[in-house]
């Protein structure tokens, strides 16, 4: 009884047959953003994405063959667009009030066109807290167990600068960009609760957006003064 050789060539992945536009990865990484963000990673299942997605599992798992592929590219993706929005600009002779409208103004303006990100990477830190530290090193390109101390040190020249000078009171480095990060941070995380407690439908929570990216340089600058 005669058997057929073997050819030798390779297995070709090939993809499955699916009458899904030329968005299907976008649709995919949309899903899985949102199903992310209501149950995080660990609760998160391949199928519920797919559901989402208007796609069969078979085609989803073309584009992301695991459920942590997809999540490190959903991590990513959201880790450098908040990157992004940080001002790159920190000479030291820069005007204090420049600074925190540009930190402020760039972080709103970024972040209200995703506002999922916040939130879920301040989940995903919190459940993979080796991720963070792996997905700046990606997004900057910069190492920031070395990177972190070296801003640190150069926002406390600017702040000590400023104190000698008699602009604003002495305050820690870290103490100060904390500071600024859970005030510009917070409307997001918390937009439900805001929107629920204060009755805001979406056209007015995003006047509140509005009026917050106005307010809160001049909030943080008048607790810095003298």
Known sequence: MSQSKPTGKPKVRTRPKASAPADTEARILA?????????????????????????????????????????????????????????????PDAPLADIVRSFVSSYIDTVRKTPFIPGYIAAETHQHPERIAAMLARVTGRNPTTDTPMLLQMVQQMIDARVAA????????EQLMVNMMALVTFPFIAQRVLTGVYGMNDAQYDRFLDERREELPKFILNALRV
């Open 31 to 91: 899903a899985a953003r949102s199903v992310f963000t209501r149950t995080g990673t660990a609760g998160a299942r391949m199928q519920d994405i797919a559901r989402e997605a208007g796609v069969n599992q078979a085609l989803l798992h073309y584009y992301f063959r695991t459920k942590e592929a997809l999540a490190e590219r959903v991590f990513f993706e959201a880790a450098s667009a908040l990157f992004a929005a940080m001002p790159r600009d920190l000479r």
């Open 166 to 173: 008699g602009e604003m009171r002495a305050i820690k480095a």
